[in-house]
């Protein structure tokens, strides 16, 4: 019955700005570390952005400088915030909800982002 929910993907032009959301169905959000993964036909899925319980980050080389990760838990919400886009970024990305401590890795159906003039 967990369910991670993602919004905000949509068609942008090249230089533009999305906010991915994502809000999970987990009983206490606050102790699990959240990430943002892509994927894009024939490739392995990637990390693109994670953030733990102290809140602190880690990002791909790719994105770092251009992408935020950030989370509210009281919504139990992380966010992506993508700048200055490429249509290298065009993917579909998957929310992600880890606690090894107690087995617990869940993730989300995907939102598609595609980066095109």
């Known amino acids: 019955q967990v369910q991670l929910v993602e919004s905000g993907g949509g068609l942008v032009q090249p230089g533009g700005s999305l906010r991915l959301s994502c809000t999970a169905s987990?009983?206490?959000?606050?102790?699990?570390?959240m990430g943002w993964y892509r994927q894009t036909p024939g490739k392995q899925r990637e990390l693109v952005a994670r953030?733990?319980?102290?809140?602190?980050?880690n990002y791909a080389d790719s994105v770092k400088s251009r992408f935020t990760i950030s989370r509210d838990n009281a919504k139990s919400t992380v966010y992506l915030e993508m700048n200055s886009l490429k249509p290298e970024d065009t993917a579909v990305y998957y929310c992600?909800?880890?606690?090894?401590?107690?087995?617990?890795?869940?993730w989300g159906q995907g939102t598609q982002v595609t980066v095109s003039s």
């Open positions: 987990v009983s206490i959000f606050s102790i699990y570390t």
């Open positions: 992600n909800a880890a606690q090894p401590s107690l087995g617990h890795n869940y």
């Open positions: 953030i733990k319980e102290s809140s602190s980050t």
